[in-house]
Nanobody, 124 residues
Framework: QVHVVESGGGLVQAGGSLRLSCAAS????????MGWFRQAPGNEREFVAA????????YYADSVRGRFTISRCNAKNTVYLQMHDLKPEDTAEYYC?????????????????WGQGTQVTVSS
């Protein structure tokens, strides 16, 4: 099992930036694909971005492509989500997840271990 902890959320004005971090611990975490998802009140969880174990493969939701960047540092077992040009519609609880078997995926059901989330609030 992988223990995942998100950090870096907060309150920011529209147009601002935040960087979320996801610290993962467990066996061979550096070989796992990792993903970011988000859920706003009253909405279903949605895919944001994902990255393969080497960082060579990345996927983004259309709504964030060009504004968000996912990256990872395997030496630190940490995945990052750099968010620029934030919009009020980006307001949500952001979750990091690890996928033990398999490559990059946009499907949350493919991921095995999830963090508790970090809140991002973008004011207009």
């Amino acid at each position: 099992q992988v223990h995942v902890v998100e950090s870096g959320g907060g309150l920011v004005q529209a147009g601002g930036s935040l960087r979320l971090s996801c610290a993962a611990s467990g066996r061979t975490v550096s070989t796992y694909a990792m993903g970011w998802f988000r859920q706003a009140p009253g909405n279903e969880r949605e895919f944001v971005a994902a990255i393969g174990w080497s960082g060579g493969s990345t996927y983004y939701a259309d709504s964030v492509r060009g504004r968000f960047t996912i990256s990872r540092c395997n030496a630190k077992n940490t995945v990052y989500l750099q968010m620029h040009d934030l919009k009020p519609e980006d307001t949500a609880e952001y979750y990091c997840a690890s996928r033990t078997v398999g490559g990059v995926s946009r499907n949350g059901y493919d991921y095995d271990d999830w963090g508790q989330g970090t809140q991002v609030t973008v004011s207009s």
